[in-house]
Nanobody, 114 residues
Framework: QVQLVESGGGLVQPGGSLKLSCAAS????????MGWYRQAPGKQRELVAT??????NYADSVKGRFTISRDNAKNTVYLQMNSLKPEDTAVYYC?????????WGQGTQVTVSS
């Protein structure tokens, strides 16, 4: 089981920025597909962005504002969030996938409000 530890959430004003981090255990991180998902109150969990060694994808709602990146030497994936909007308010979850193995982080709250 891969353990994921997220950090970096918080309260930010509209138009502001936050950077989330997710540190993973294990030795195969560089081969994994890492993703960020979010879940707002009363809504289903949705994809924000994914990253593998060959591909990066973003939800249309965050394209041009969010950037997913990874440091394989640190077993860490990041989500840089710029131009934040109130509708970005949610619990953000990190996800690890490699073959049949999948793990979720505990989630970190992001609140965008003035």
């Amino acid at each position: 089981q891969v353990q994921l530890v997220e950090s970096g959430g918080g309260l930010v004003q509209p138009g502001g920025s936050l950077k989330l981090s997710c540190a993973a255990s294990g030795s195969l991180f560089r081969l994994s597909v890492m993703g960020w998902y979010r879940q707002a109150p009363g809504k289903q969990r949705e994809l924000v962005a994914t990253n593998s060694f060959s591909n990066t994808n973003y939800a249309d709602s965050v394209k041009g504002r969010f950037t997913i990146s990874r440091d394989n030497a640190k077993n860490t994936v990041y989500l840089q969030m710029n131009s934040l909007k109130p509708e970005d308010t949610a619990v953000y979850y990190c996800n690890y996938r490699l073959g049949s193995v999948a793990s979720w982080g505990q989630g970190t709250q992001v609140t965008v409000s003035s």
